[in-house]
């Protein structure tokens, strides 16, 4: 057994630390790759194939040249047609997109909280 100083023997009767953990699911396969974002109030994506998202979908913004605002960046969107759909954002105050880019669908967002304890 593992012995410790006093006042980290006190820190830890006095504390309860909670470990949170919020996870992800993102398709990374086949994702539709972005073709043209318009500089418009909301923003238009349009993709290279049909992205069949629907309204509500949320999707995660990756390796777009010029908006970089985008990236990483999660929005839900509104279908426009098979392969346009518009996010949230106003593209006016954006740099012109100059290229790439894809639009992950997340499928789903998890939370798992757990207390530790430590027993020394």
């Known amino acids: ?3 410790t100083s006093a006042p980290l023997a006190r820190h830890i009767d006095q504390e309860t630390t909670t470990l949170v ?3 992800k ?3 990374t396969k086949y994702q539709p790759q ?5 500089q418009s109030n909301p923003v238009l994506i349009e993709t290279v194939w049909a992205h069949g998202y629907v309204d509500g979908d949320t999707v995660q913004i990756f390796g777009v040249r010029g908006m970089t605002a985008l990236n990483r960046q999660f929005f839900t969107i509104l279908r426009v047609n098979d392969f346009l759909f518009q996010i949230d954002v106003d ?8 290229g790439k880019g894809e639009a992950r669908k ?15």
């Open 91 to 98: 593209g006016t105050v954006l740099p012109v997109y100059e």
């Open 1 to 3: 057994m593992k012995t």
């Open 25 to 27: 699911l993102i398709l």
């Open 34 to 38: 972005i073709l043209r974002i318009t």
């Open 106 to 120: 997340v499928l789903a967002f998890t939370e798992f909280v757990r207390d530790l304890t430590l027993d020394f």
């Open 21 to 23: 953990m919020c996870a």
